[in-house]
């Protein structure tokens, strides 16, 4: 029996989503970050995941997918707000130069993620904090009350 191997198809870009936001959220886990996904703001907008520290800040990460998804997707720039610190996340083979040089930087895949690039801190006013805790606090237990089938 002969074995033949063959390039693999590349991943399509919500194959790469998934899998850069699974170890982002994995990495900040792994740093004392409670995550969720898909987090809608109070500005109507949606966060691809946002994560709760140990000392109640809160942290935003957007993920790119590709060049065409940063070019066309300007939203991130709206959530300085509602976060302490933001940072992209995006897989190894993203051409990370294009990325401005402020936020933090993530490059990660379905297992892990590593921390390039600090995130500046801004701490949020505290009725804010506050705020988005409850928020974030609430969609946690809702979620959670979801998968219990509750």
């Keep these: 029996m002969d074995l033949v191997l063959t390039t693999c198809a ?3 870009r919500p ?3 998934q899998a850069v936001t699974r170890g982002a959220a994995r990495l900040l886990a792994a740093l004392g970050y409670a995550p969720l996904t898909e987090v809608c703001l109070p500005n109507g907008r949606r966060a691809d995941l946002m994560a709760l520290g140990r000392r109640g800040d809160l942290f935003i990460v957007e993920v790119k997918s590709s060049l065409e998804d940063y070019r066309t997707d300007l939203k991130w720039r709206e ?7 933001f940072a992209f996340a995006v897989a190894p083979e993203f ?5 401005p040089e402020d936020p933090g930087l993530i490059v990660a895949d379905a297992f892990g993620g590593a921390v390039l690039r600090e995130a500046p801190v801004a701490s949020l006013a505290g009725a ?5 805790t409850v ?3 609430r969609l946690a237990a809702l979620r959670a009350g979801a998968a219990l089938s509750l």
């Design 15 to 17: 194959q790469i989503t």
């Design 10 to 12: 590349p991943a399509s």
């Design 79 to 85: 959530y300085a707000p509602y976060c302490d610190a």
């Design 95 to 99: 051409p990370q130069e294009i990325l």
């Design 135 to 137: 928020a974030f606090g």
């Design 128 to 132: 804010r904090r506050k705020a988005l």
